[in-house]
């Protein structure tokens, strides 16, 4: 029985782990938006188009966390 409190502890952990992270999420696009934007720091070409992408990098990274961490719990 403790041995799957202890995996159930960690899905658990791992929800917590994902809300946080998409709450986070305006707050990353808003960070993104300031640098992008007109009157950011000025980023063109390459830097520009690679930081507008940030938000997507961490959304997928979060989800993926989470998805692995699921298949992980399911396959024990």
Same mark, same amino acid.
């Given at each position: 029985m403790s041995g799957q409190s202890k995996d159930l502890s960690g899905i658990?952990?791992?929800? &917590?782990?994902?809300?946080?992270?998409?709450a986070l999420t305006p707050t990353v696009v808003e960070q993104v938006a300031n640098?992008? *934007?007109t009157g950011g720091?000025? &980023?063109?070409?390459a830097a520009l188009a690679i930081a507008a992408l940030i938000p997507l990098f961490w959304v997928i990274l979060i989800i *993926?966390? *989470? &998805? %692995? %961490?699921?298949?992980?719990? &399911?396959?024990?």
């Open positions: 658990m952990m791992t929800f &917590l782990f994902m809300v946080v992270g998409l640098v992008t *934007g720091y000025n &980023l063109t070409g *993926g966390i *989470g &998805l %692995a %961490a699921i298949v992980t719990w &399911l396959k024990a």
